[in-house]
T-cell receptor, first 114, second 116 residues
Framework: DTAVSQTPKYLVTQMGNDKSIKCEQNLGHDTMYWYKQDSKKFLKIMFSYNNKELIINETVPNRFSPKSPDKAHLNLHINSLELGDSAVYFC?????????????FGPGTRLTVT | GENVEQHPSTLSVQEGDSAVIKCTYSDSASNYFPWYKQELGKRPQLIIDIRSNVGEKKDQRIAVTLNKTAKHFSLHITETQPEDSAVYFCAAKRGLITGGGNKLTFGTGTQLKVEL
């Protein structure tokens, strides 16, 4: 009965590889997000999808590509991984339609690039 | 775009004392201000939020105040307990009507340590 889930929880990979992180929410929300939390704990929005449509696309390298196959899923694919991509990536969801505000976060995926 | 500043970056209090964390925001169109608590290795979780039509909101030991004119808001925790130790984040967001795509801009976080 987990509300927002992510896989994998940990990801260790070498520079230059391509990897994906998956996110699923069972809250029936219409909007999903990807955040990056760096080693200093700064939380920064990367992308947001509303009903499978990209609505927020912050200044993120083109190596990062989100994909939303349906309202309940938002995946993040990263090409040509770099050392600076090491961080914790959080997925979140909220119900924007109807005036909802609260964003529910997933457990995070700790990505380590060596 | 929105810029949220948060102070202090670290805060150490004795158990039972009060803790206050302050944030300022830059976008006068922001109208929703949540506070998230993140325990070590865990996800951020909403603990309290306030909308711009309200000046203060309280939930047991936690309260948030908002000064729209000065564009700052604060989190107050009374009678602190060891389990309050965590990183606290403030955030700000515009309403959908004013644009922004439901984007939450977070402050830089405050590491609160409650000592016995």
């Amino acid at each position: 009965d987990t509300a927002v889930s992510q896989t994998p929880k940990y990801l260790v990979t070498q520079m230059g590889n391509d990897k994906s992180i998956k996110c699923e929410q069972n809250l029936g929300h219409d909007t999903m997000y990807w955040y990056k939390q760096d080693s200093k704990k700064f939380l920064k929005i990367m992308f947001s999808y509303n009903n499978k449509e990209l609505i927020i696309n912050e200044t993120v390298p083109n190596r990062f590509s989100p994909k939303s196959p349906d309202k309940a899923h938002l995946n993040l694919h990263i090409n040509s991984l770099e050392l600076g991509d090491s961080a914790v990536y959080f997925c979140a969801s909220s119900q924007v339609g109807g005036g909802g505000h609260e964003q529910y976060f997933g457990p995070g995926t700790r990505l380590t690039v060596t | 775009g929105e810029n949220v500043e948060q102070h202090p970056s670290t805060l150490s209090v004795q158990e039972g004392d009060s803790a206050v964390i302050k944030c300022t925001y830059s976008d006068s169109a922001s109208n929703y201000f949540p506070w998230y608590k993140q325990e070590l290795g865990k996800r951020p979780q909403l603990i309290i939020d306030i909308r711009s039509n309200v000046g203060e909101k309280k939930d047991q030991r936690i309260a948030v105040t908002l000064n729209k004119t000065a564009k700052h808001f604060s989190l107050h925790i009374t009678e602190t307990q060891p389990e309050d130790s965590a990183v606290y984040f403030c955030a700000a967001k515009r309403g959908l009507i004013t644009g922004g795509g439901n984007k939450l801009t977070f402050g830089t976080g405050t590491q609160l340590k409650v000592e016995l």
